[in-house]
């Protein structure tokens, strides 16, 4: 019966479907856009400094904001993969979140980078604990998938609700 | 009733899914593999001056080189990011065209490259045009979708005619 | 009659459709969690060498340390991209399958990295023929969803058992 009525129906699961899509991932792409700007705003701090140094090439400053930017651009697709994967296993919500936290210690650390050498004092690898977090929660929503598939036992509603109880753990310094 | 179905009726609702998925992402595919066959295009092309100057090393051809390349690499996720973000909250064809333009800005940058210190003279931040064209899409696609969740009303039509032709003045040099 | 039931419907469809999603990309996210460890490992490695040799700055074991990191974090967007293009067009468990052997072949690049000079011995780029293979893959899966979509003729099955055959090559040496 289903299928006689097969191009209504089809419209019909599509239109769902894209909101549905939609409605599970519009967090991410929102912190996604916050990241790209702060990308944009980094490199033309870079350009900034280069330019307006043009007489005496690769001062200190220079040496410094290219390194921290390049740093910060180095686990920038570690961050977008473990972002986007934590929110579509498990919960949008508290992957947003701690992706934003991300990006205020991101902010923190190229402000404040003040290292003489190269990946030396403020930390080469920053926001361990956050990408830490979404990596567990990938773990979480991957195992609860296959208990799903193979026990027939769904926890996802409760791991959610810990989950976003945890993720406000992030904000202790 | 449907849920008697239920078995046929998922069969049925996955293929209907997978199709719609690949309708709407196989543009963005196509062009992820385009710039994909350009990385290695550069990269080959580094690989290339390097071994060939190997009793000097790093002569000035290799550092412009390195460098060009390690510009276009910084700015690849962000590029990533967004073209896929834009696809998925708007509209594919847009984002793909928007896309082809990136990567032929990316060629020209790269071919012509002649900065005597990194980051200097061609720009260091080259597209930020059309990267700044698809984070509008964006975020015009989630305003749409949030207006479509709370508001009930749907401009998506009129926003993708709009988007269309507005992508063409991506073209203006 | 379908719309009559829609609420229900509704459910229905999304709890089958986050199923199903997560059927088709569990193996993926896996895989890309795996190479966020290991790009933590190299992180961390750079980062003790930095300090362990506080005293003579950019030593040649930093120097090819970090020049190791930084030609495997070059590459990691580009195979992210066509690890995931690959996993969703196609078939998700040969695309995981040269995921982990471009997992390995990049640890003993990164262990094995000797070259004297930046990008040069061991090879600036490595995995290119898994990088080829899952490019290939894309390309497959598009050139099927568009025959499947204009001509109705499908061949994903016999494709997917081909590509599985095929992903066992990549272990020749």
Same mark, same amino acid.
């Given at each position: ?52 140094? &043009?007489?005496?090439? &690769? ?11 390049? +740093?910060?651009?180095?686990?920038? /697709? ?15 919500? /508290? ?12 902010? #923190?650390? %190229?402000?404040? =980078? ?17 990408? %830490? ?10 195992? +609860?998938?296959?208990?799903?598939? =193979?026990?027939?036992?769904?926890? #996802?509603? =409760? ?15």
């Amino acid at each position: 019966m289903i299928r006689q009525q097969s191009e209504t129906d089809r419209q019909f699961i599509l239109e769902n479907m894209f909101v549905a899509v939609m409605d599970n991932i519009f967090l991410l792409v929102l912190v996604t856009l916050l990241s790209v700007v702060q990308n944009v705003f980094f490199a033309l701090k870079v350009e900034k400094e280069c330019t307006g140094q &043009h007489s005496k090439h &690769h001062s200190a400053a220079f040496e410094r904001l290219s390194c921290a930017n390049r +740093n910060c651009m180095d686990t920038y /697709p570690t961050f977008l993969a473990v972002l986007w994967c934590a929110g579509i296993c498990l919960s949008q919500a /508290p992957a947003a979140f701690a992706g934003i936290i991300y990006l205020v210690v991101r902010q #923190k650390y %190229f402000v404040g =980078y003040l290292g003489q050498t190269c990946q030396s004092t403020p930390g080469f690898l920053f926001g361990k604990r956050i990408l %830490f977090f979404l990596s567990l929660m990938c773990v979480v929503g991957i195992i +609860n998938h296959l208990m799903l598939s =193979y026990g027939g036992s769904d926890y #996802k509603e =409760y791991i959610q609700t810990i989950t976003k109880a945890a993720s406000t753990l992030l904000l202790l310094p």
